[in-house]
């Protein structure tokens, strides 16, 4: 049996983190949508980003939607992109650029004041 | 034995064999997700100028409601609801709910057909 880098060992927090995350974000969407649907203008969008503990929350769905989606992409590739010298640039892309994102949605709510 | 399977029918014509329905969510629930991934920065983009001016909030309103970013928006909000519910069928799999096949092929078509009344009813 070979063991292939970035993949044994590490498949049960994964299987746990694509769960865990789901979870969130399937709890999270009613709400979500619940509130969007109530603004009607600017001033009402902007207001629904201003207090803390829903910039946090939104940071917190961000990043849930960014594992999620590595570890999808993940997946997605044992299947498409069998060659590690390929996969494992690729997937080191996509975290780099998931990194990215986290540090955009922190912009993004950090100057709604 | 190798005759047997020196008969067997080469059948790969895809007009002619069909997936069960479960395997169709399935390749959907993937597609979707890939098509999601890609959506990210284009969601973080609208989120960010939505919020920065009422000019930024009006233009992505525009962009929204019509043409092509229209098409798009109905395809990402479709593409995210079959995902969501293709997903909560697989969470009820992984707590053992639903598994039996007719049970499966129910939740299948169900996870299908809401997807559409639901994307219709949010746009």
Not at chain 1, 7 to 35: D, E, F, K, N, Y
Request: net charge positive; with cysteine.
């Amino acid at each position: 049996m070979t063991r292939h880098a970035g993949g044994a060992r590490s498949g049960l927090t994964i299987w746990l983190l694509q769960r865990a995350s789901a979870v969130w974000m399937a709890l999270i969407t009613p709400v979500a949508l619940w509130q969007v649907a109530g603004v009607t203008d600017y001033a009402a969008w902007l207001a629904l980003f201003q207090p803390l503990y829903v910039k946090l929350i939104m940071l917190l769905t961000v990043i849930a939607v960014l594992v999620h989606a590595w570890i999808g992409l993940r997946e997605v590739m044992m299947e498409y992109v069998q060659p590690m010298r390929l996969r494992l640039p690729l997937l080191f892309v996509f975290l780099a650029a998931s990194l990215l994102c986290v540090g955009w949605a922190a912009h993004i709510v950090w100057v709604v004041v | 034995m190798t005759m047997s399977r020196a008969k067997r029918p080469f059948y790969l014509n895809l007009f002619k064999i069909w997936l069960p329905v479960g395997g169709f969510v399935s390749i959907l629930h993937r597609a979707t997700g890939v098509l999601l991934a890609v959506a990210i920065p284009l969601l973080l983009w609208a989120w960010q100028v939505s919020l920065a001016s009422a000019e930024g909030f009006a233009m992505v309103q525009k962009i929204v409601s019509q043409g092509l970013g229209a098409v798009l928006y109905f395809v990402v909000l479709w593409a995210f609801l079959h995902h969501l519910l293709a997903g909560v069928r697989h969470l009820g799999f992984d707590i053992g709910w639903g598994e039996a096949r007719l049970s499966a092929r129910r939740s299948a078509w169900l996870v299908l057909v809401s997807a559409w009344v639901l994307t219709a009813v949010l746009l």
